[in-house]
């Protein structure tokens, strides 16, 4: 409910931005099977809605796993080469962690340089992982839910859209029926995963993080003036516009 009050007035300006975007997917799966569930006759309504909502929550991460599987000429190439330190240094240009001098910055860049495979690797695990949600349900959500609490942390992107809707399911599966934690059921589930991302495409994430981390500066000229035309400007369409 508040999720959806609070994205009703962006969605009249502007498509659901990325933070939106799964908990507007869970919605109209809801709904769906509300309305279904009223129409045709379901053995085990629960469990239909469970493996709905399941695989569109997958989806959304399964997704971003596979792409940078497929980033580079190897499936390792984006946990080995991709620079995540980078984001810090990103974070720290738009005023996050602000209050650090240059000097601790380097060494903060510095010691999460070091972590860099082993987060990729972990970011990757947990994207690809959801596939297989059925065997290990709790660990798989609560790795995300850390995942998006670092990345808070690291660079003050707030999911919090999200981390609520991962903590509803984590406290949810155990009302999940038996038939789910089978190995036929996880097979279903896994089958399903991709026909929800066709009807829910989400976004395939594979940043890489360059070294030279910039923000495009335009000016154009008003009368006799020079005016800065800043990124600000383009909200709420700030990502198409760099």
Request: charged share 10%; hydrophobic share 55%; glycine share 6%.
């Amino acid at each position: 409910g508040p999720i959806l009050a609070l994205v009703h007035r962006r969605l009249r300006l502007v498509p659901a931005s990325l933070h939106e975007r799964l908990a507007i997917h869970l919605l109209i799966v809801l709904v769906s099977s509300l309305l279904l569930s009223r129409v045709l006759p379901v053995a085990n309504g629960s469990l239909a809605a469970w493996l709905a909502c399941l695989a569109t929550f997958a989806g959304f991460y399964v997704r971003p796993g596979l792409a940078k599987l497929k980033a580079g000429p190897r499936p390792w190439s984006w946990i080995k080469r991709v620079q995540l330190h980078y984001q810090l240094l990103g974070a720290y240009q738009w005023g996050w962690w602000g209050f650090l001098s240059e000097s601790q910055l380097a060494k903060g860049l510095k010691w999460l340089r070091a972590f860099n495979a082993p987060l990729a690797f972990w970011v990757v695990l947990s994207e690809v992982g959801m596939l297989f949600l059925p065997l290990c349900p709790r660990a798989l959500l609560s790795s995300l839910m850390l995942f998006h609490l670092a990345y808070l942390l690291v660079c003050g992107a707030f999911f919090w859209e999200n981390l609520v809707l991962l903590a509803g399911c984590w406290m949810g599966v155990s009302t999940l029926p038996s038939a789910f934690f089978t190995l036929p059921g996880a097979i279903l589930f896994c089958a399903l995963v991709p026909l929800y991302l066709r009807n829910f495409p989400s976004s395939e994430l594979t940043w890489w993080e360059l070294p030279l981390v910039q923000r495009m500066w335009t000016e154009v000229r008003v009368g006799q003036a020079w005016l800065p035309l800043c990124h600000d400007w383009a909200d709420p369409l700030e990502r198409r516009f760099y």
